[in-house]
């Protein structure tokens, strides 16, 4: 017998960092249509972002402290992804994986650091938009509060990607995106 | 003379006899095999190869066609479960995927219903037309629906179709406001209808396998067609007529 998902559980693995990618997740809630197609959005925009994160790298355009940052940023990618498709196939539903896409990047996407702050930003600035409004939109408190730490790392990035082109915008208040809007902004990269 | 008129006599009614003695029970390689096909694959597989006979339906149908006895050689389906069915009962040898495909929204030409999104099924009053959930395209019709947010736009279905060729139909005639069929299946009629985009992110993973029948009459003839599908040869076809290559973790 299965321990059913919890809110409790949810929150510790949330806090948990990469423990969070290991856990088996089980919702004890049956999850609204809503909640799930923003959980497989997010989980493509996820994978997308690790895929750009990649290319960037091959693409040896930064110095070290750049590639860092890049490299942390995949990795946060990666277990957001992870953490997501949890969420899927708890509630019985199969995650995208990569190998379910063939990624898009226009060919100057990552020729200079400039150019690469630039890719990033648009997946980014979708992603947060996207997050600003999963946490209004789903009715279990455990997602809003996934919703809202997917959210602030996906400010974080941003940070680190308009360093990178030795830039500092700072918005107020970055625009919230429905599902609609934020999956017509990614489809010219998922493929 | 005549004794051996006799001689001759026997011997052509001999070989006559020999030659039908083993057409009933294992075909020349100039015969046709009889493949059963999914109804997407109508247009490739006739281009590809217009010599053998086929019947082309929803794959549900023709699993229970192939369960019951039906005479095929070979199966094709446009999903795994129909094949693998099959082959956990021992009807068909093992399947092996040999393409994959895309879901989409086609509309008509006129689009009466001003339908430019798969949103738009939500909003505007429509009738929708999709294939029964046991046919692949149906399942993976509700796949989408589900993946989107949009379970409830199946309260706007008017017609549950028996195979993706009839919702094709529907909606290339204007008998329906919009109906979800494989992109390949909207290339042929591409005059008639428009095709709306369903997102990469809301795609279902539609996976084509093949199958020899085990009780074919003629398995080698049939090994050999099904290994014509998956040459070089076989893959163009099915990429000219739109469909996705091997699954990357198939290839």
Known sequence: MTEPFSRRRLLTVAAGGAALAALPVRPAFAATD???????????????????????????????????????????????????????????????????????????????????????????????GLYQTA??????????????????????????????????????????LDLESASGALEPYLG | MRARLLTVAALVALVASATLASGATARTHADPLTIYAAASLTEVFKALDGAQHYNFAGSNALETQIRNGAPADVFASAAPLNAERLFKAGIVDKPVTFTANRLALIVPRSNPAGITSIYDLRSKPVKLVVAAPAVPVGGYTVTVLRKMGLSS?????????????????????????????????????????????????????????????????????????????????GQTALKNAGFLPLPKASS
């Not at chain 1, 890049?70 to 990666?78: D, F, S, T, Y």
């Not at chain 1, 953490?83 to 063939?102: E, I, N, R």
């Not at chain 1, 990607?161 to 625009?175: K, Q, W």
């Not at chain 2, 993706?164 to 005059?191: C, E, H, I, M, N």
């Open chain 1, 34 to 128: 809503e909640e799930l197609a923003c959980a497989n959005f997010a989980v493509s925009g996820e994978l997308l972002l690790a895929d750009m994160y990649g290319h960037a790298l091959g693409a040896n355009a930064l110095t070290d402290p750049g590639r860092n940052a890049l490299r942390n940023g995949r990795r946060a990618a990666i277990q957001h992804a992870s953490a997501l498709s949890g969420l899927l196939t708890g509630a019985g539903q199969d995650a995208p994986t990569a190998a379910d896409f063939d990624f898009q990047w226009p060919a100057k996407a990552f020729t200079t650091p400039v150019a690469i702050a630039s890719t990033g930003r648009i997946v980014l600035r979708t992603m947060l």
């Open chain 2, 153 to 233: 736009v199946l309260n706007k279905v008017v017609s549950r179709e028996s195979d993706v060729k009839a919702v094709t139909g529907k909606v290339a005639l204007g008998q329906a406001d919009a109906g979800f069929v494989y992109v390949t299946d909207a290339r042929p009629v591409s005059d008639q209808v428009s095709v709306i985009r369903i997102p990469a992110w809301a795609q279902p993973r539609v996976r084509y396998e093949i199958a020899v029948v085990s009780k074919s009459p003629n398995k080698a003839a049939a090994r050999a067609w099904v290994k014509m599908v998956l040459s070089a040869k």
């Open chain 1, 135 to 176: 946490i209004v939109a789903v009715t279990e408190p455990s997602y809003r509060i996934l919703y809202a730490s997917l959210a602030g790392s996906a400010g974080q990035q941003l940070g680190a990607l308009t360093a990178l082109a030795a830039s500092s915008v700072v918005e107020p208040f970055p625009v919230a």
